[in-house]
Nanobody
Framework: QVQLVESGGGLVQTGGSLRLSCAAS????????MGWFRQAPGKEREFVAAISWSGERTDYADSVKGRFTISRDNAKKTVSLQMNSLKPEDTAVYYCAAAASVFTAREKDYDYWGQGTQVTVSS
C-alpha cells in the first residue's frame, strides 16, 4: 500500500505560480512512476504530468508544456509540480498518483491516488 497526500493548492491570480507537493508513505516509493492528474468541474479527470522512478523521464500534457515542471525526491518520498504562468483553465482539483509498474499517462495504469488539492486561478 502507498498513501499519497497532496498539499500546496490555493487561490492564485492569472499569471501566478503555485508549487504542489505530494508526500508518499507506506511501501517503497523510489520504484514507482508518479503522475499528476487534474479534474475541473464538470469534466473528466485528465493527465497533467508524469515522472519515472529515476526522474530521468518526464511527460507533460500539451496544455501545460513549458509552464509546469514535475520533479521528485526519492530520499524524501515526495513528488512536486511547479506550476507557472497559471491560467483560469488550470483551475481544478489536482491529484497525485503512483504507478507501480509502468511509466504512463493513462489514468487506468495508476495504482494509488491521493485525495486531491484544489487549485483556483482567478482571472
Amino acid at each position: 500500500q502507498v498513501q499519497l497526500v497532496e498539499s500546496g493548492g490555493g487561490l492564485v491570480q492569472t499569471g501566478g505560480s503555485l508549487r504542489l507537493s505530494c508526500a508518499a508513505s507506506g511501501r517503497t516509493f523510489s520504484g514507482d512512476d508518479m503522475g499528476w492528474f487534474r479534474q475541473a468541474p464538470g469534466k473528466e479527470r485528465e493527465f497533467v504530468a508524469a515522472i519515472s522512478w529515476s526522474g530521468e523521464r518526464t511527460d507533460y500534457a500539451d496544455s501545460v508544456k513549458g509552464r509546469f515542471t514535475i520533479s521528485r525526491d526519492n530520499a524524501k518520498k515526495t513528488v512536486s509540480l511547479q506550476m507557472n504562468s497559471l491560467k483560469p483553465e488550470d483551475t481544478a482539483v489536482y491529484y497525485c498518483a503512483a504507478a507501480a509498474s509502468v511509466f504512463t499517462a493513462r489514468e487506468k495504469d495508476y495504482d494509488y491516488w491521493g485525495q486531491g488539492t484544489q487549485v483556483t486561478v482567478s482571472s
